[in-house]
T-cell receptor, first 117, second 114 residues
Framework: AQKITQTQPGIFVQEKEAVTLDCTYD???????LFWYKQPSSGEMIFLIY??????QNATEGRYSLNFQKARKSANLVISASQLGDSAMYFC??????????????FGQGTTLQVKP | NAGVTQTPKFQVLKTGQSMTLQCAQD?????MSWYRQDPGMGLRLIHY???????DQGEVPNGYNVSRSTTEDFPLRLLSAAPSQTSVYFC?????????????FGSGTQLSVL
C-alpha cells in the first residue's frame, strides 16, 4: 500500500502567486516525521521543511509552510510568492519511528512545479 | 561545508561490469544510506548503516553490496551490473535513525548500464 501519496504529477503557477502541493500519508505509527524536499533540474535533493507528528503548530521556513492536518493525514506544502527558481520536482516523505529500524525515508512519487513568468 | 560527497557524478557501464560508488560525509553522522531513484517510483532504500561495522538491507538490495569501515565512508558496490540498475543513486546521512532527523543527500550519481 502506498504510504505517501502525491496526487499532482505536475502543476503550474504564476510567478508571485501562492501554490499548494498536496501530500497524504498512511501510517499506524504515533510518532513520525514529515519532510519536503526539492529536486531542481540539476538533480540534488534539497531539504525544505519538517513537521513532527506531535507538533501542534504548522511548520514554517521562510516562504515555505506546511499545512499539517493530522486527522486527515495530510501534510501539504504551501509556497508563498512563487519565484521562477521554485520550478522543480517536490517530494513529500515520511520517516516512521517503527520503520523496522531501517531509518527509511518513505517518498511519494513527486510533483513537478512549473512557475510561469 | 562539504556535507555528503558522492563520486562519480556520471557513469556508463557495460552489462556484467562491476564498480563502486563512493560516498563520504564530514558531519560525524551515525546513519548512512543509499537510495535509487527511478521515474515514477520516488526513491527507494537499497542499504543502510547505523554505525561503523554495521550494515543492513533496505527494500531493493539485490545486486548491491555495502560496507562501513569508518563513520565517514559508505561505498556502494555493484557486483555485476545489469540494465535494470540504470538509475540515479543517492547517498544520504543523518545524525541518528530517529523520525525527527532529516536526511542530508549527496548530489547523486547517474548510472547507465548498457
Amino acid at each position: 500500500a502506498q504510504k505517501i501519496t502525491q496526487t499532482q504529477p505536475g502543476i503550474f503557477v504564476q510567478e508571485k502567486e501562492a501554490v499548494t502541493l498536496d501530500c497524504t500519508y498512511d501510517t499506524s505509527d504515533q510518532s513520525y516525521g514529515l519532510f519536503w524536499y526539492k529536486q531542481p533540474s540539476s538533480g540534488e535533493m534539497i531539504f525544505l521543511i519538517y513537521q513532527g507528528s506531535y507538533d501542534e503548530q504548522n511548520a514554517t521556513e521562510g516562504r515555505y509552510s506546511l499545512n499539517f492536518q493530522k486527522a486527515r493525514k495530510s501534510a501539504n506544502l504551501v509556497i508563498s510568492a512563487s519565484q521562477l527558481g521554485d520550478s522543480a520536482m517536490y517530494f513529500c516523505a515520511m520517516r516512521e519511528s517503527i520503520s523496522g529500524n531501517t531509518g527509511k525515508l518513505i517518498f511519494g512519487q513527486g510533483t513537478t512545479l512549473q512557475v510561469k513568468p | 561545508n562539504a556535507g555528503v560527497t558522492q563520486t562519480p557524478k556520471f557513469q556508463v557501464l557495460k552489462t556484467g561490469q562491476s564498480m563502486t560508488l563512493q560516498c563520504a560525509q564530514d558531519m560525524n553522522h551515525e546513519y548512512m544510506s543509499w537510495y535509487r531513484q527511478d521515474p515514477g517510483m520516488g526513491l527507494r532504500l537499497i542499504h543502510y548503516s547505523v554505525g561503523a561495522g554495521i550494515t543492513d538491507q533496505g527494500e531493493v538490495p539485490n545486486g548491491y553490496n555495502v560496507s562501513r569501515s569508518t563513520t565517514e565512508d559508505f561505498p556502494l558496490r555493484l557486483l555485476s551490473a545489469a540494465p535494470s540498475q540504470t538509475s540515479v543513486y543517492f547517498c544520504a546521512s543523518s545524525r541518528q535513525i530517529t523520525e525527527n532527523e532529516k536526511l542530508f543527500f549527496g548530489s547523486g550519481t547517474q548510472l547507465s548500464v548498457l
